[in-house]
């Protein structure tokens, strides 16, 4: 029975070679990014444009269009000045929904003024030949101005009532006014496209409140995005530990420095070292240690497979991963680090082809590309 044996002999050898292949395919599948662009200083923010083309912002104070060979373009005249130092400069940038014809575009940066610096939010036109920004204005600035070159916040998203959420930070030194209605820092700010007060917003005629406050009680917020069903979604930065995210809602209270589930940087706790309060929201979701969390995006592709369309994607500046979050009746059920060591994500965005984008900051930052 030779030739039975030797036929046996070859179904188990093709048994371990279908294994082989598989333990291969496995690794294989492990998500993998691939350069888009290099060469970029600290780059905060990247939008998408049509033919492929990118544009993405540099913290130091430039804007430029990435071509889909990864070519950076000049920096395009028309930016402001910003206040390129610490954690300020050019921070985020966003299309209106409106773009294909208006050619419209909102980016925040650190303004400079009397008594230092905040976040402001602009809005200007790429020209046609994509080489400048035209009709340049700052349609709301943070106040007051603060000698700081920390926390900025500086997300902006257009929601679906073509409104626009900013967020801002307690600029370090100032987080007892994130409990404060009188006063920009540590807030969600909601404007019109001019930068007037949105209609309905919660404190609109109380005395003492700023009309452009949406939701206070934040302490550092660089992550910020609506999800498929048109809610407003962000995270925040804690101190030691507490990163959260959040759901903003009209004139809630997140509770910054109040309540937190992280302490002061050395240990100490802040405050009382609460972490609820009557009147306080609680986090949907908060990380201890703190991951220092970065861009954000909801994946509605099907590129990645099933499994992970409706995923929450983040960045973590700290520990240089993706985060993939799975989420079940709107809460985080898992977490998955990908992409690990791929170094400080700043930025985490879906394409027009439905395949996510990142940037990492670095004096030579990257635009990458996950692949499915
Ligand atoms: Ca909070």
């Known amino acids: 029975m030779v ?8 179904r188990r050898a093709s048994l371990f070679a279908a294994l082989l292949a598989s333990l291969a395919a496995g690794v294989a599948a492990q998500p ?35 071509e889909p060979d990864g070519r950076l373009g000049p920096p395009l005249p028309g930016v402001p ?3 390129a130092a610490g954690q300020g400069g050019l921070l985020d940038l966003v299309l209106d929904s409106g773009f294909a014809t208006n050619r419209t575009l909102y980016f925040c940066f650190s303004e400079p003024g009397s008594g230092g ?26 106040k007051p101005k603060v000698d700081s070159r920390m926390h900025f916040g500086c997300r902006i998203v257009e929601a679906r009532d073509g409104t626009l959420f900013l967020t801002t930070g307690d600029r370090y030194s100032r987080m007892q006014d994130a409990q404060r209605l009188d006063n920009h820092l540590g807030k969600v ?12 917003n919660p404190f609109v005629g109380r005395d003492g409140a700023l009309p452009e406050i949406w939701s206070y009680g934040h ?12 809610r407003f979604w962000m995270h925040e930065h804690g101190a030691q530990g507490g990163d959260e995210i959040n759901l903003p809602e009209a004139g809630r209270n997140y509770g910054w420095p109040v309540i937190t ?37 909801f994946l509605t592709s099907d590129r990645y497979g099933p499994g992970w369309k409706g995923n929450l994607f983040i960045g973590s500046l700290k520990f240089g991963y993706l ?13 998955h680090r990908l992409l690990e060591g791929v170094g400080r994500v700043r930025d985490v965005r879906q394409g027009p082809d439905g395949l996510l984008y990142l940037l990492t900051d670095s004096a030579n930052g990257r635009l990458l590309r996950l692949q499915p």
């Open 189 to 200: 700010i909601r404007v019109t496209k001019n930068g007037a007060p949105a209609p309905g």
């Open 261 to 297: 589930w992280g302490v002061n940087y050395g240990g100490a706790k802040i405050g009382e070292g609460l972490t609820s309060k009557p009147g306080m929201e609680q986090p949907l979701h908060y990380w201890v240690p703190s991951i220092a969390p970065s861009g954000m995006a």
């Open 323 to 335: 985060d993939r979050v799975e989420l079940e009746g709107g809460k985080v059920v898992r977490e």
């Open 3 to 10: 030739p039975f044996d030797a036929s046996a002999r070859l």
């Open 81 to 83: 000045e910003v206040v």
């Open 117 to 142: 610096n905040s976040t402001a939010l602009a809005k200007a036109r790429l020209a046609s030949d994509r080489s400048r920004l035209e009709d340049v204005q700052v349609i709301f600035s943070q």
């Open 219 to 230: 302490r550092n917020s660089q992550g910020a995005t609506l999800a498929p069903d048109g």
């Open 32 to 66: 993998r990014a691939t350069p888009v662009a290099a060469g970029l200083e600290h780059p905060w923010a990247v939008a998408f444009l049509d033919e492929g083309r990118f544009l993405v912002t540099e913290r130091p104070g430039r804007m430029r269009v990435v």
